[in-house]
């Protein structure tokens, strides 16, 4: 039988209550309901899942769900968000593999593939939310773009900041654009893995320096 709670009404135009101002008996109910979500994905995608269909799975009503979260899209963003903090407790429980940033890196990227090869469900979910109108899902997926960057951050140790962060931007686009392809049907794992790869093999290798503005001497 579904949960009602009767204080779970509020005001929707003031948007839903930050998790860090809930007792700790909401923030319980609000974690049952992101549970709940990703339980659903493990066997449909997000286009067959209805927000009733948490509540039914969170066992608590659909104005609960909707006093915790103000969309579809924010709730399964806050699914999202709580799913990647796995990849930090995976790190933390197994150390990166290899000895350099280099190999480290290529290390965190993949168990990122192999964890979204487990779901890929989720790799399609993200590619949704990313044009969600929802400004609670977009500051939730903002965040989640935080975290996934500073894991992928601290696997470059003690590489300055400034040249770190660009290294972190490009081969998270590799990521999300290999992904797509590959939760589409188009590409397939193995070649993600692989581009990854190649992507922090190019942005380590040692180039030759170019000096620009000068013309190459001609010869003869």
Request: aromatic share 4%; glycine share 4%; no cysteine.
């Amino acid at each position: 039988m579904a949960e009602a709670v009767p204080s779970d009404t509020h005001d929707a135009t003031v948007g839903p209550p930050a998790a860090a101002g809930l007792t700790p008996k909401q923030l319980d109910r609000r974690e049952r309901v992101i549970d709940a979500g990703l339980t659903l994905l493990e066997s449909r995608d997000y286009d067959r899942i209805q927000v009733k269909d948490v509540a039914e799975a969170a066992n608590v009503a659909l104005g609960t769900v909707y006093h915790y979260f103000s969309s579809k899209d924010h709730l399964f963003a806050e699914v999202m968000v709580k799913w990647a903090a796995s990849l930090r407790t995976n790190v933390a429980r197994h150390p990166l593999r290899g000895s350099s940033p280099a190999e480290k890196l290529t290390d965190v990227l993949h168990r990122s593939v192999r964890a979204f090869e487990r779901r890929p469900q989720l790799a399609r979910l993200i590619a949704t939310l990313q044009l969600s109108p929802d400004p609670f899902a977009v500051e939730v997926m903002s965040r989640l773009g935080e975290t996934t960057a500073s894991i992928y951050a601290e696997a470059l140790g003690d590489i300055e900041p400034s040249l770190a962060a660009p290294i972190v931007r490009v081969v998270e686009a590799v990521l999300a654009a290999n992904l797509r392809a590959w939760s589409t049907g188009r590409m397939p794992v193995t070649d993600v893995l692989a581009h990854l790869t190649e992507a922090v093999d190019l942005l380590f290798s040692p180039l030759a320096p170019v000096s620009v503005g000068r013309a190459p001497r001609s010869r003869g």
